[in-house]
């Protein structure tokens, strides 16, 4: 027996790939038509269920007949109403074969028996049409209503003679339904008014309102494959511009604008809001806590307060912080000490490991271990479980890409709480974030911005030449982004303030040369500014969209933050897993959408006087907040980095 949803999956396939090869190339220079007609042809796949015995009031066969199958031909005259390029009407009117055979049986004298039949109808069906979008494919759906034109049947039977006849008891009308999609793909010249259409489609008919006969229980499901052939007149139309659906080779111009900061500042304190991990990694092969998460004695825990991890210390805004990591391989410690001073706070920690649940729970199990005799928690305080894949795994199903990386990011214990002094609604169940003061050299407001605009589209590469009064040349590049930026302290080198010329020469990818030319002017502050404020939001694994589950800590916490005549500095990170364009591009997206929240606020709040600066920096290791050696950098990479900053 054919499956009729193997029989469905192979035609519809043969149509979609029918659909896609064909591409409408034609600029419509004229309307398209509101009325179409013409005709349509194709082939019924008829399926029979149900029970047939009585074929007629003189013949009765000994077996019954339940299944079978057929291929019948259809055709009809059609006209379609289209008022607009989404909804329309159609109507067929036509031939609908419904013939086919029944599965062959053995009667009781131990005789094969065949059972096929003609039936046809005069078939009406009314549709609405459906275009998504205006385009060429459509859907469409509606009743169908069946007028009986044949009925004629032929029985064999081993060792009887055979019988060709009609069926008795057979419905004059059925009342059914049938919906389908279809691609109209237009091949008569865009400037003619006379426009013609070859139209693949597909559809199906179920069984329900198809009981063929008043007796019995004979229905039949049918799946419709074909071409229409359709024909309309438009009108012409009169327009300025060329519209064509080719693609358009870029311009060879692009625009060039040089962004200096106010002052270059040496150093800026900031006070920063670190969102905490609520993972703890394991690595390959052991079970043990690794030797990178702050491990403490007794003694040591006794004495131990999170307040201590505040302290100031030095760090990098554009390179590596081994400040941030040390405050979360502080993790366990964090745990301890607040589970330790809020005595009604419980956590979950759920282990998972690829080598099997009882391996994920040996990590929790461990976890929980060294916070009982450490810290000295109630085990009750701690539940634990083990699975395969992590709550929010980085591997996807199918994904076949930089799965050690992946993989090594799912090997980890979560730390799950309801409880608000471990917890904070950041997104994502994100632990309750540490604040620290943070001595940040080389801030990125600091940083000479140079867009480029359609470089990635138009150049193939370029350059960028800086030129003091004395007449030295500073050399950068080749870059192909359209947004490039150079520390101020790195150009200015020993001098305290300059002029400079600045050049870009590049090529374009048809081979041409391009030079464009700016100036800026550079000044150092010594003394630090010490009012900036830095948040973070991190994400999961290639998730962009993961910034709406920080929605209200951007408007409730960070936007209330941002004074009028501030700067914003957003700026956005991934690790080092995919295509370094797909992670430009993604960083960018995330970084834009956090704009998008915080200006929404402010508007609210009548804050207009606040500048943003916003970038995707994507993986570039000269700008990522950490290396990529282990998960837990990997996944703080994985960031939208939010500076405010106030000047004197």
């Not at 067929?92 to 109808?121: H, M």
């Not at 464009?516 to 150092?524: D, N, R």
Request: aromatic residues 8%; contains cysteine; hydrophobic residues 35%.
């Amino acid at each position: 027996m054919i499956s009729i949803n193997k029989i469905i999956q192979k035609i519809a396939i043969g149509c979609v790939m029918t659909l896609l090869v064909q591409t409408s190339v034609f600029a419509q220079t004229t309307t398209q038509p509101k009325w179409w007609f013409g005709i349509s042809g194709g082939a019924n796949v008829n399926f029979y269920e149900g029970t047939t015995q009585r074929l007629n009031s003189s013949l009765i066969v000994p077996a019954a007949f339940h299944k079978g199958d057929g291929v019948k031909p259809f055709g009809s005259f059609l006209i379609e109403y289209r008022p607009g390029n989404v909804w329309g009407g159609l109507l067929n009117l036509g031939y609908d074969g419904r013939g086919g055979k029944f599965y062959d049986v053995i009667a009781p004298c131990d005789c094969p028996a065949t059972l096929k039949t003609n039936t046809s109808y005069l078939t009406i069906e009314p549709s609405l049409r459906f275009s998504p979008g205006g385009g060429n494919f459509y859907m469409f759906a509606g009743p169908r209503v069946g007028i009986n034109l044949e009925k004629d049947f032929s029985y064999t039977q081993l060792k009887q003679p055979n019988t060709d006849a009609e069926f008795s008891e057979m419905r004059k009308t059925v009342i059914s339904g049938q919906a389908g999609i279809g691609y109209d793909i237009q091949v008569s010249p865009a400037s003619s008014t006379t426009k013609f259409v070859i139209s693949p489609f597909v559809s199906y008919h179920p069984y329900f309102g198809q009981d063929v006969r008043s007796i019995e229980s004979w229905s039949v499901s049918t799946v419709r494959a074909g071409i229409a052939l359709k024909l309309g007149k438009g009108k012409k139309v009169v327009r300025e511009e060329t519209t064509t659906v080719a693609p358009v080779a870029p311009t060879a111009d692009v625009s060039f604008a040089v962004r200096a900061p106010k002052t270059i500042l040496m150093k800026r304190v900031v006070s920063e809001t670190l969102p905490l991990l609520n993972y703890v990694f394991f690595d390959e092969g052991t079970a043990e806590i690794p030797s990178r998460y702050v491990v403490l004695s007794k003694e040591q825990a006794q004495n131990f307060k999170e307040v201590q991890l505040q302290e100031e210390q030095s760090a990098t805004l554009t390179g590596r912080s081994a400040r941030q990591l040390n405050v979360y391989y502080n993790v366990l410690n964090i745990i301890g000490d607040r589970m330790r001073s809020n005595p009604q706070a419980k956590i979950t920690l759920s282990g998972a490991s690829l080598k099997g649940a009882d391996e994920g729970k040996l990590f929790a199990s461990n976890m929980k271990t060294y916070l009982v005799d450490v810290f000295q928690i109630d085990p009750s305080r701690i539940a634990i479980n083990g699975r395969i894949k992590p709550l929010v795994p980085s591997e996807q199903p199918g994904g076949n890409k930089e799965l050690a990386l992946l993989r090594a990011g799912d090997r980890r214990v979560d730390i799950q709480s309801t409880s608000p002094e471990l917890m904070m609604e950041v997104g994502g169940g994100m632990m309750k974030p540490v604040q620290m003061n943070t001595t940040q050299s080389d801030p990125m407001d600091s940083h000479v911005v140079f867009n480029v605009d359609k470089a990635e589209n138009v150049l193939s590469a370029y350059s960028i030449d800086l030129t003091d009064e004395s007449g030295k040349v500073q050399h950068f590049g080749p870059f192909t982004k359209n947004q490039e930026s150079i520390p101020g302290k790195t150009i200015l080198g020993d001098k305290t303030s300059g002029d400079y010329k600045v050049v870009l020469s590049g090529t374009t990818k048809s081979g041409a040369a391009i030079r464009k030319e700016g100036a800026v002017h550079l000044a150092i502050q010594e003394e630090q500014v010490e009012n900036g404020l830095r948040h973070s939001i991190l994400f999961n694994f290639n998730k962009s969209t993961t910034v709406a589950t920080y929605r209200q800590f951007l408007e409730n916490v960070v936007a209330p933050l941002i004074a009028d005549g501030s700067t914003v500095i957003i700026h956005g990170h991934t690790d080092i897993i995919g295509t370094e364009d797909y992670n430009t591009k993604l960083s960018d997206r995330r970084a834009r959408q956090a704009q998008q929240i915080l200006e929404a606020s402010l508007t609210k709040a009548g804050k207009s006087n606040v500048k943003f600066e916003t970038s995707g920096l994507g993986e570039a290791e000269d700008k990522s907040p950490f290396d990529n050696n282990t998960p837990e950098e990997r996944f703080y990479n994985r960031t939208v980095i939010i500076d405010i900053v106030s000047y004197k």
